[in-house]
């Protein structure tokens, strides 16, 4: 591939994976004015809905958690340009964001559905700030080598990519992982859940929290001892400080 064509097919990737991600956000907040979010259809058969579900969730986490391995990485890059690995990930992570926004099935039944305005106008300003949080965190590491703009632009220009480096920066000094937090806020604030989306919090955070498990290990084998000193000193995603424990 040109060094073109690889630029023309990050921007392209990108733009996918941040349409996808827009739409899961949309879809999960349940915007009445969507024609279509995740309680917008009535309920089938449940088991259809929980293997359906479950596959789809299945597929984000194959997907995510098993292309963002270096030994994946490794082996990809013998099969397509280097520049281009990260651009592929966020490719495939928008088509898969939009098949679970089109094919969640709707699963009868309601958890809670808070009736009082002011609590409503609370649980939905949280999950707004829960995706706000997804956003800025993007940008507080490198939003545009996380969305791979910054691989396909070091390309065309000929210029080498600098090496990752450890970065402690704003949200990063009060959780170790304050992008996931975001998604965790996002996806369980919320002022009706019903069990349509009920399901989808549950295995999206038994996701998540394996994905940190692997994540972690890798960025301990990169980052190396600063990374192991900042993991047993800021909290992985509750912002609750760590105790010191003095040896007498």
Not at 111 to 140: C, E, H, K, R, Y
Request: glycine share 8%; proline share 6%.
């Amino acid at each position: 591939m040109s060094r073109f064509l690889i630029l023309i097919y990050g921007v392209l990737s990108y733009a996918v994976g941040m349409s996808g991600l827009g739409f899961f956000i949309l879809f999960v907040g349940g915007w009445n004015f969507l024609p279509k979010h995740i309680d917008s259809n009535q309920p089938g058969s449940l088991t259809f809905a929980l293997l359906v579900n479950t596959g789809l969730i299945t597929l984000m986490g194959v997907q995510h958690s098993v292309m963002a391995r270096p030994s994946f990485k490794k082996a990809w890059t013998k099969v397509i340009p280097p520049a281009t690995e990260r651009s592929t990930y966020v490719l495939l992570s928008g088509i898969v964001f939009l098949l679970i926004c089109l094919f969640w099935q709707p699963i009868a039944g309601t958890l809670w559905d808070v009736a009082n305005p002011t609590a409503q106008i609370f649980l939905t300003a949280v999950q707004l700030l829960g995706w706000g949080f997804v956003v800025a965190s993007s940008f507080m590491i490198n939003h545009f080598e996380l969305f791979g703009l910054r691989q396909v632009y070091y390309h065309f220009t000929g210029k080498p990519e600098p090496s990752p480096r450890f970065r402690e920066r704003y949200l990063y000094k009060i959780v170790r992982h304050p992008l996931q937090l975001g998604v965790l806020m996002g996806i369980w604030f919320t002022a009706t859940m019903t069990m349509t989306h009920l399901m989808l919090s549950m295995t999206m955070t038994v996701y998540i929290f394996i994905g940190l498990h692997f994540e972690e290990k890798d960025l301990v084998a990169t980052l190396g001892p600063d990374y192991e000193a900042y993991r047993q000193r800021v909290p992985m995603i509750l912002p609750i400080p760590k105790r010191s424990i003095s040896v007498p």
